[in-house]
């Protein structure tokens, strides 16, 4: 499938991979270095779904195991999607139509493989670097050719190492201008989004 961009008559993007993007909630770390489930954010669900439509993904996923946490994120979606919220902004429903939501990374990986008909390659995010680190310009070549892939961010303080270390990438960190690099999981995924599949600047 091709996904195209265009502005006064010229293309800005073309990419031909589908691209899902998943917020583990589990296994994420804490300041301590404990595994965590970490909770739901409201703000983690409209901001990425947003963002998840503005750069055509196929979807994005919530990727939590604790029933209640499940429920009270259907609840959001359902509000709008079809409750008065829907009525106050068509395009926030627009964003949410991009939400899906799953126990855990294995049970999101079989509906994706299900719904494509292949499994797809995994790329994780990090601020740290790993022996199978690659660029965005990589990443970027890849998207280019037809595929399937979903992008893993990570809340608390990161996703557990037993994961990192079974996908197939991991994404260069983002460097700003100084020693400080916390950037809060909404705006990494802006970034690394428009880097990906944003249209060529450069």
């Given at each position: ?38 909770s ?40 709008w ?57 990589q ?10 892939y ?22 260069e ?30």
């Open positions: 499938m091709e996904t195209i961009k265009k502005s006064k008559g010229v293309i800005r993007n073309l990419r031909r991979a589908k691209v899902y993007l998943a917020l583990l909630h589990y296994p994420v770390y804490n300041k301590k270095k404990e595994i965590i489930t970490t739901v954010t409201n703000l983690d669900i409209h901001d990425i779904a947003r963002c998840a439509a503005t750069y055509q993904l196929e979807g994005y996923y919530i990727v939590q195991p604790l029933d209640l946490q499940r429920q009270m994120v259907k609840r959001i979606i359902d509000y999607q079809s409750g008065q919220g829907y009525a106050f902004n068509p395009d926030r429903q627009k964003a949410f139509e991009k939400v899906m939501i799953s126990r855990d990374l294995s049970e999101m990986i079989d509906q994706v493989t299900a719904k494509e008909g292949c499994r797809p390659k995994l790329i994780a995010t990090d601020a740290r670097k790993f022996p199978n680190t690659v660029t965005y310009r990443v970027r070549e890849s998207f280019s050719r037809p595929g399937v979903i992008l893993l961010f990570g809340t608390g303080w990161g996703i557990a190492r037993d994961v990192m270390a079974q996908v197939d990438w991991i994404l960190p983002i460097y700003g201008a100084g020693d400080y690099n916390h950037l809060s999981v909404r705006s990494a995924v802006a970034i690394i989004l428009d880097r990906l599949c944003g249209e060529k600047w450069w």
